[in-house]
């Protein structure tokens, strides 16, 4: 059978149109590796060829999977990019939850990117139906597939006491950079350690910026990150747009 200009197995095309239902029909945001696996069974697909049914799926936008974190498939990408406006998108005067900005966990977010578990906590809080703290550990590892966020390494020889076990980061580049291209990306230590005089020589365009220009995008990564998600989605499968 042709589908999308490949021939694929008949029950592929039965196990999708089962994960349709459960996206379309049932709206379920999330399915884990061993419901699929029970699913797949139904339909006579053995576990081993599940894996290439969700790369496949993955590939031309229908559902969003990596096979080295493979305990959940993610079926809704608008849920996805929910979870990242929790982290991104709080900078927002009006939107702010002004128990949180008094943190110094948000601070240290603010002016370096770093993101404690404690604030990843409090800010999922204001999406409860997103069942974050069912899900935190797989959110965040997708997160990190996507480079939005960077769970550091922490070797702490300095006694450095702006090193936050259980943090990951935030990394960014200058406000003019294709956020798209890895070139260029920076945690806030990387950027202290290029810096001189305040300016830093962008490796992306290869000329001197100011430090400042690139602490001001700490937060302002969820535009980004959607129209690279709905261009991936557009190009692999129409169906599937993100909304803003």
Known sequence: MMYF??????QWIQLENALSVLKDDSKQNILSWQTCVELAEMLSIKEKELLPFLTYQHKIGNIIFFADIKEYIILQPDWLVKCFRCLVCDN?????????????????????GQLSDNIIDRLFEKEPDLEFGKYKTHILNVMEKFDILVKPKFIDTNNDSSLIPNSYYMPSKCSNGDYSNKEGRMTFKELGEMCENGHYLCPEHNEMHSKDDVEKTWLQHAD???????????????????GN
């Open 5 to 10: 200009a490949e021939e694929l197995p008949m």
């Open 92 to 112: 927002h005067p009006l939107k702010r939850n002004i128990e949180i900005v008094k943190l110094m966990d948000w601070h240290n977010l603010e002016k370096t």
């Open 224 to 242: 980004i990150v959607i129209a690279k998600l709905n261009k991936e989605q557009a190009e692999n499968n129409p169906r599937n747009i993100v």
